[in-house]
């Protein structure tokens, strides 16, 4: 019984982080109770760089593991969102196939554990506030591409 004690931990310090990443980490906890997803805004932590899901998972096989920090998927929405460092958007904005949202825009997450409406962590916040490195992110995305619509709901 200890594996399933350890990942509860696991998922109780994530939680924890991402909770605390809003200005309203209740809120966030209350959301998750009822199986939606909270809304927890970018910024000051860190920034959501969004591409298609395709050209996340491309770039996944292209970022080794002490460069990948959280990645969060909608299958049904065809949209991944990385989360990379508060100063990030400088550094993304000539790759086409990334939008960074800017501070402030919420991203709807599901708690680090499951999934919710659909959306999952493919790689969960570890709790220590890892982010992905947006010049490793940059590489791995390429120049061009396709840029997500400013439309797009996160």
Do not use: N
Not at 110 to 128: H, I, K, M, N, V
Request: proline share 11%; aromatic share 6%; glycine share 10%.
């Amino acid at each position: 019984m200890a594996l399933p004690t350890r990942l509860a931990e696991l998922h109780e310090a994530s939680d924890a982080w991402l909770a605390d990443c809003s200005p309203h980490p209740d809120l966030v906890r209350q959301a998750w109770d009822i199986d939606a997803l909270a809304p927890i805004p970018c910024g000051p932590h860190w920034l959501a760089a969004e591409c298609l899901l395709v050209g996340g998972m491309q770039a996944l096989g292209r970022i080794r593991d002490e460069h990948r920090g959280p990645l969060l998927v909608d299958p049904l929405l065809d949209r991944a969102w990385w989360l990379v460092p508060a100063d990030a958007a400088d550094e993304l904005a000539d790759v086409g196939a990334v939008a960074v949202r800017p501070a402030g825009t919420p991203l709807h997450c599901p708690p680090t554990g499951w999934q919710a409406c659909g959306r999952f962590w493919l790689y969960r916040p570890d709790g220590s506030g890892k982010l992905t490195d947006p010049a490793v992110l940059a590489a791995a995305l390429g120049p061009g591409g396709y840029r997500p619509s400013t439309e797009a709901s996160a």
